[in-house]
T-cell receptor, first 115, second 112 residues
Framework: GAVVSQHPSWVICKSGTSVKIECRSL??????MFWYRQFPKQSLMLMAT?????????EQGVEKDKFLINHASLTLSTLTVTSAHPEDSSFYIC???????????FGPGTRLTVT | QQQVKQSPQSLIVQKGGISIINCAYE??????FPWYQQFPGKGPALLIA?????SEKKEGRFTISFNKSAKQFSLHIMDSQPGDSATYFC???????????FGKGTMLLVSP
């Protein structure tokens, strides 16, 4: 089956620093990748959609200068949380889809804690 | 505007029983309806999915029932097991548009 990995699985950083989260599709080419944020006991909130080689499309209310997304290759997308603050603490999950798969597969998530 | 309404919010089922989770959608442009299972601290895992041209799809103990005229679809978990205890999300996607719209989720607890 299609596998999506994320790294790191958890990270703790100090307020004001930046954190980069990697998302990789391991056995397929991900033409489209998605980044979600999830708060405890809530549904997934789409942050942005990115197509390989193109700029990401951000959902309304998501600060694109704070959450930098790069989808430089068909197997790798990165999310950088810049100048992180405690309110950015959350569970970030990436997802990927290819033209070969109608389905959308999710990574295992990254728990970010900003102190 | 919530485009996919999921119920119940939580569900307790005894081991061996049938778990039923329902979703209703508004927009007839949706053409793909997946269900995801999520364990605490993990990402959602695709469980089963259906297209509107079929009324039912079964994979093992999991069945999706789809009612196009009522704009509803449901997940049935037969012979529910404690290991099925998780949060389940229904979702829908527009034709020609790749973003999934999720329901709010159902926390399922299967008691031993």
């Amino acid at each position: 089956g299609a596998v999506v990995s994320q790294h790191p699985s958890w990270v703790i950083c100090k307020s004001g620093t930046s954190v980069k989260i990697e998302c990789r599709s391991l056995d397929f080419q991900a033409t489209t990748m998605f980044w979600y944020r999830q708060f405890p006991k809530q549904s997934l909130m789409l942050m942005a959609t990115s197509n390989e080689g193109s700029k990401a499309t951000y959902e309304q209310g998501v600060e694109k200068d704070k959450f930098l997304i790069n989808h430089a290759s068909l197997t790798l997308s990165t999310l950088t949380v810049t100048s992180a603050h405690p309110e950015d603490s959350s569970f970030y999950i990436c997802s990927a889809r290819s033209t070969s798969y109608y389905e959308q597969y999710f990574g295992p998530g990254t728990r970010l804690t900003v102190t | 505007q919530q485009q996919v309404k999921q119920s119940p919010q939580s569900l307790i089922v005894q081991k061996g029983g049938i778990s039923i989770i329902n979703c209703a959608y508004e927009n007839t442009a949706f053409d793909y309806f997946p269900w995801y299972q999520q364990f605490p601290g993990k990402g959602p895992a695709l469980l089963i999915a259906i297209r509107p041209d079929v009324s039912e799809k079964k994979e093992g103990r999991f069945t999706i029932s789809f009612n196009k005229s009522a704009k509803q679809f449901s997940l049935h978990i037969m012979d529910s097991q404690p290991g099925d205890s998780a949060t389940y999300f229904c979702a829908a996607r527009y034709s020609g548009y790749s973003t999934l719209t999720f329901g709010k989720g159902t926390m399922l607890l299967v008691s031993p």
